[in-house]
């Protein structure tokens, strides 16, 4: 292009962006999604050899010289002094960040523990070893972490257990064990154990990190098993407005009946009992303990918390039932500020074998407060006419006569009718 002495050349604002912005020639963009094919589910599918691949290259202006590297559409064929992006190579790089190969499953850490169920004692112990890779949660880059426990099904406030607080620190190392005492092997047959990684905050409410669920029908009695599992977020609960319309009703239904189901028979901890019956003694033989129904309150365990410190003052009180002469009452001694009370007291009711058939032994523990009513805590009921391991361990009882027979029993938080809150 020449031009003469004295005159002015002018370049319009097309041309100007033309040169600068696209060199050669201006080739229509079709979408956005041309360049992120793979982030748009309406995107045209992409042959192997697109018409318009992508590239990093220089742009070359109208004097020949070099100028910023841009992101520009070139004709099949072309090649640049840059790099080249194509658009398969976009989507293969996305398909090996998404793989099973990926650190995705580990965003949030991993846990490492062991679980061993001693069958003699009725316990459950949990060593907490350690964590890695955990989530930073802090400002610093870092976590304050500790674990929970907490068995499934059951009140959370009554089986809660904690580990210690790691500060400052996304590899913590605890080797710390938590105990359960009073697990049955129904329990391990029907139980699941949470463990959920939180992070502590002194000036704020604790944070949390992910959790790992355990089944603890895969823990064989007297084994200890290891497990290596990956934190994750705690399932969603299904929202009715996710839902149809036509199931948004049934779904409400349906999740106050759980809710009432739950609360009906949520656990308030767990209560050991020793049952014996001594026939009374014959006549010229030495007589020893009298004839009657003994009963022994040993302990509780994993009580729920019913004082604002997070404990209880619990004491435990026994009927039996038909009470006509008002006079089976008995208390144990008030224990203060635990939730795994030691009692180890022992009462007794002079009765025969063939009247103790028609009774029911009811047990109730509460919560002592000065000046107030006492709190209701959780109670069971042992007879003939109940089920499950109430009615198994009073059964036990009367067949065998001069044993004395252990179990640990679940306490519900169902009133009985008869209790009183004296």
Same mark, same amino acid.
């Given at each position: $292009? ?11 604002? @097309? ?10 020639? =201006?080739?229509?963009? #079709? @979408? =956005?999604?041309?360049?992120?094919? #793979? ?57 090996? =960040? ?38 930073? $949660? ?44 009073? =697990? ?28 790992? #669920?355990?089944?603890? #029908? ?42 009432? @189901? ?154 009985? @009718? ?5």
């Amino acid at each position: $292009m020449t031009v003469r002495k004295g005159k002015k050349l002018t370049i319009s604002i @097309q041309e100007h962006m033309a040169i600068d912005v696209c060199p050669g020639p =201006i080739r229509p963009i #079709r @979408q =956005i999604s041309a360049y992120f094919p #793979r982030l748009s589910p309406t995107a045209e599918p992409i042959s192997p050899n697109p018409a318009f691949p992508l590239a990093l290259s220089p742009g070359v202006g109208a004097s020949g010289g070099t100028s910023r590297s841009l992101l520009s559409p070139l004709q099949a064929g072309a090649r640049g002094g840059g790099g080249t992006l194509s658009a398969a190579s976009s989507i293969e790089t996305s398909v090996d =960040i998404c793989s099973s190969d990926s650190d995705d499953s580990t965003a949030l850490g991993t846990l490492e523990f062991e679980l061993r169920y001693e069958r003699a004692t009725s316990s459950l112990h949990c060593t907490i070893i350690r964590a890695k890779g955990l989530k930073p $949660m802090d400002f610093n880059g870092l976590a304050d972490p500790y674990v929970k426990l907490h068995l499934l099904p059951g009140a959370c406030k009554a089986n809660k257990l904690k580990t210690k607080t790691i500060r400052n620190s996304l590899n913590p190392v605890w080797n710390e064990t938590l105990t359960y005492i009073g =697990i049955t092997e129904e329990d391990m047959h029907r139980k699941t154990l949470r463990l959920s990684v939180c992070d502590e905050d002194k000036l704020t409410h604790n944070e949390f990190i992910g959790e790992s #669920r355990v089944a603890l #029908r895969r823990v064989k009695p007297d084994q200890t098993k290891r497990f290596y599992t990956c934190l994750e977020h705690p399932p969603p609960f299904p929202s009715p407005t996710a839902m149809g319309a036509a199931l948004r009703g049934i779904s409400c239904y349906l999740r106050e009946w759980e809710n009432e @189901q739950l609360t009906s028979l949520e656990e308030r901890g767990r209560l050991l009992l020793s049952l014996q019956f001594l026939a009374p003694p014959a006549e010229g033989e030495t007589e020893g303990r009298r004839g009657g129904l003994y009963v022994g309150v040993l302990r509780c365990a994993h009580l729920a918390a019913m004082d604002v410190n997070g404990f209880s003052d619990p004491y435990v009180k026994i009927y039996l039932k038909p009470d006509v002469k008002k006079k089976s009452k008995h208390k144990t001694a008030v224990i203060k500020k635990t939730l795994n009370p030691e009692f180890n007291e022992e009462f007794f009711y002079e009765i025969s074998l063939s009247e103790l058939v028609h009774k029911t032994l009811e047990v109730t523990v509460w919560d002592y407060d000065l000046g107030r009513s006492n709190d209701f805590i959780g109670g069971v009921c042992l007879s003939c006419h109940v089920q499950g391991d109430a009615l198994r361990h009073w059964m036990d009882c009367l067949r065998n006569k001069g044993q004395r027979v252990e179990r640990w029993h679940i306490l519900t938080n169902e009133l009985p @009718q008869t209790a009183c809150h004296d």
